[in-house]
């Protein structure tokens, strides 16, 4: 059963501290999206990767988010340092490109 | 850049009755895809349905359709014979064909099914 697999599902952690998520795409998948979730703004594309390469990160804060693919088993998006403006469920999803988008169950995060 | 609008935020249906969301989009764009998710309270994002722009055939999928207007921009999704289960959040997403194809949403609705 191939799924995108999200880490952690959910995260505290105080202010100013670093927070890594990690998410493993579904095998044979070479697009893979960074979306962020908030009540206010709904469903925000932060970045995408196409064959790792990234396309678009223009919807991501440069100063503090960086995301990345070390390999095509792995992305990560990093918040350093973290914010209580940063609280919300963020989302990694994978494609093909030519289809829709498989979801991971998101990993929410909660800055205090 | 491409927009979607989902102009109802909220909407209730009693169960067995049909219900329809309303999404419309903004794109020059000649061949790219539509989609309904479905986010329950797991939070976990569903595909509902999808339909290529390229197809006139609107898309079913069991008690899911859709009405697909191309030329007005428009991506109806009827829920026929609402179930309890069938309670979330709906999402319209827009993804362009071709190698720089990102995926959009739109706000959402909040679809509550009474019984």
């Known amino acids: 059963d191939a799924r995108v697999t999200q880490t952690p599902r959910d995260k505290v952690t105080e202010m100013g501290q670093e927070v890594t998520m990690r998410c493993q795409p579904i095998?044979?998948?070479?697009?893979v999206f960074w979306y962020r979730q908030t009540m206010m703004q709904g469903l925000e594309l932060l970045a995408y990767?196409?064959?790792?390469?990234?396309?678009?990160d223009s919807g991501m804060p440069k100063d503090r988010f960086s995301a990345e693919m070390p390999d095509a088993t792995l992305a990560t998006l990093k918040i350093q340092p973290s914010e209580p403006r940063d609280s919300a469920v963020y989302f990694c999803?994978?494609?093909?490109?030519?289809?829709?988008?498989?979801f991971g169950q998101g990993t929410r995060l909660t800055v205090v | 850049a491409q927009t979607v609008t989902q102009s109802q935020p909220e909407m209730s249906v009693q169960e067995a009755e049909t219900v329809t969301l309303s999404c419309t989009y903004d794109?020059?764009?000649?061949?790219?895809?539509l989609f309904w998710y479905k986010q329950p309270p797991s939070r976990q994002m569903i595909l509902v349905i999808r339909?290529?722009?390229?197809?006139?055939q609107n898309a079913t999928e069991n008690r899911f359709s859709v009405n697909f207007q191309k030329a007005a921009k428009s991506f109806s999704l009827k829920i026929s014979d609402s179930q309890l289960g069938d309670t979330a959040m709906y999402f319209c997403?827009?993804?362009?064909?071709?190698?720089?194809?990102?995926?959009?949403f739109g706000a959402g609705t909040r679809l509550t099914v009474k019984p």
């Open positions: 990767f196409r064959n790792r390469a990234p396309l678009d």
């Open positions: 095998l044979g998948h070479n697009t």
């Open positions: 794109t020059s764009e000649n061949n790219y895809y």
């Open positions: 997403a827009f993804m362009k064909h071709g190698n720089n194809n990102d995926m959009r």
């Open positions: 999803a994978s494609g093909s490109g030519f289809s829709e988008a498989f």
């Open positions: 339909q290529e722009a390229y197809k006139q």
